[in-house]
Structure formats: C-alpha cells, structure tokens
C-alpha cells in the first residue's frame, strides 16, 4: 500500500466560541478553534480538530508554512488519501 499525501490550504481563527469550519472559499478552509495563538495552542486544536475530523492519528498532520501565521499549509499523510480529501470535500460544504 502506498502512503500519499493530501496538502490543505487553512485560515484558522483562533480565540472563536464555535470550533469548526466557518467557511471556505476556492480551496481554503477557515477553521475556527477555541484557544488563543499563544505558545502554539491554537495550532494544538487545529491539528488536533483535523486529525478527529478526518479520521487520521495526530501524527499524520503537519503544518508545513504558516506556523505563525493564521494562513497555513498543512500536510496530511494518509493511505487513503481519496477518502481524506473527499471529507474534506464535506467539511467545505456549507451547512
């Protein structure tokens, strides 16, 4: 079995009441999560509420650009990657 990669595109808004998905526009998710970005704890729940979402161990995400910033990349290492991006897919929907 091969081991592929999906690479996503995420706005996060830290410091939200809501955790989730508040929208998304071309390929790019705007997630947002509880904690402030202070000592990476919003990083923390990003990766954390996306590993949960898709499925995959905590281990498989990382965030590749954008450590610091509210605009990153991340990368999510998967033997299914079809099935990881079609929940994204789902994810971007609006509710």
Do not use: C, F, W
Not at 36 to 42: D, F, M, S, Y
Not at 47 to 55: D, G, K, N, S, T
Request: without cysteine; aromatic residues 2%; hydrophobic residues 35%.
């Amino acid at each position: 079995m091969s081991i592929d990669e999906v690479i996503i595109e995420v706005t996060a808004r830290p410091g939200t009441s809501r955790r989730g998905v508040i929208g998304a526009s071309g390929d790019r998710l705007t997630i947002g999560v509880n904690s402030r970005p202070e000592k990476g704890k919003a990083n923390d729940e990003l990766i954390e509420y996306l590993a949960r979402e898709m499925r995959v161990p905590r281990s498989a995400l990382l965030i590749v650009r954008g450590e610091t910033s509210r605009r990153k990349t991340i990368r999510i290492i998967t033997h299914e990657p079809t099935r990881v991006a079609s929940r994204l897919r789902q994810m971007s929907k609006p509710k």
